[in-house]
């Protein structure tokens, strides 16, 4: 099994998740990058099954839309081919395992549903501690990539352990554990979404609802450079336009608190119809971090 420099820092970042979560439903988010990363694909989806209600849920993903998720929950569940199926097999399977995919793109549910977010090669792991499955994760491919090959699934079988103890040892909570004392959004960001400094204050000026323009004033950059990182930040945190920049850099920080004076004071909530252009809710973000920045001691 041979990997890539890119497959091999994956690898040490998930690992890494693995051995320091504290929360299910953290590691569960949390593993979406160095995945995708590691099986070099293009959607993560990870759900947790309730078999008291004998349903999925506790839902995160990346690169998968609101709607398509609910529409699985709200519909395509009962037409699903492929879930209960590569569940029930207890060992990553890949989706053409099931059925191939000449049968599989005749479906309504590959019509419907898969193809909304160009999902077309699928791989799915199901964590099972006994008979209690305790989390999975369903990665999927464009289709321009091609089929999961053996060296991938020998990577899921290697990590699945590992995975699957972390999982069932953690809990599920709704608080998190706070962030380093002192530490900015951006510094979240550089350390958990890998991003530049400026492309970290990029990401985190578009998610207070900044247009390029008033990003380009307030860091003084040309407006050519403000694209330049910010197309850095979409590649590296795996989203395709800003509503998607938006949720992730928000779920990156979720867990977090932020520390020093600017978390002293209360953060807004962003209204959803305001993300692409100025707003009251920019303006007062930025205006606090203006005041806290002139009272920080030097």
Request: aromatic share 8%.
């Amino acid at each position: 099994m041979h990997l890539s420099t890119i497959q091999t820092r994956a690898l040490s970042d998930l690992m890494r998740l693995v051995a320091n979560a504290t929360d299910g439903d953290e590691l569960r988010e949390r593993m979406a990058l160095p995945m995708l990363d590691l099986l070099r694909a293009d959607t993560y989806v990870s759900m947790v099954w309730d078999g008291e209600r004998q349903r999925f849920g506790r839902t995160t993903a990346l690169n998968m839309s609101e709607e398509n998720l609910r529409s699985w929950d709200d519909y395509f569940r009962f037409v699903d081919p492929l879930t209960y199926p590569m569940m029930q097999r207890r060992k990553p399977t890949l989706a053409t395992q099931v059925l191939c995919q000449t049968d599989l793109s005749r479906t309504e549910f590959f019509n419907d549903f898969l193809r909304r977010d160009r999902m077309y090669w699928g791989v799915n792991v199901y964590f099972y501690d006994r008979e209690r499955c305790v989390g999975d994760v369903r990665i999927w491919r464009n289709r321009e990539r091609g089929n999961f090959d053996a060296g991938e699934i020998e990577i899921l079988n290697l990590v699945e352990p590992a995975i699957t103890a972390a999982l069932s040892r953690l809990g599920w909570k709704e608080s998190a554990p706070a962030i380093e004392q002192g530490e900015s959004a951006e510094a979240t960001l550089q350390r958990e979404g890998r991003l530049s400094k400026r492309e970290a204050e990029v990401a985190w000026l578009v998610s207070c609802g900044c247009p390029d323009k008033e990003i380009q004033s307030r860091l003084g950059l040309e407006y050519p450079t403000v694209r330049f990182h910010l197309g850095n930040a979409f590649k590296k945190l795996r989203v395709a336009n800003r509503s998607a920049l938006v949720g992730r850099v928000r779920a990156l920080l979720a867990h977090q608190e932020l520390g020093g004076a600017a978390a002293d004071m209360p953060m807004p909530a962003a209204p959803a119809e305001d993300l692409a252009t100025p707003s009251a809710f920019a303006t007062q973000v930025l205006r606090q971090r203006s005041v806290s920045q002139q009272i920080r001691p030097n």
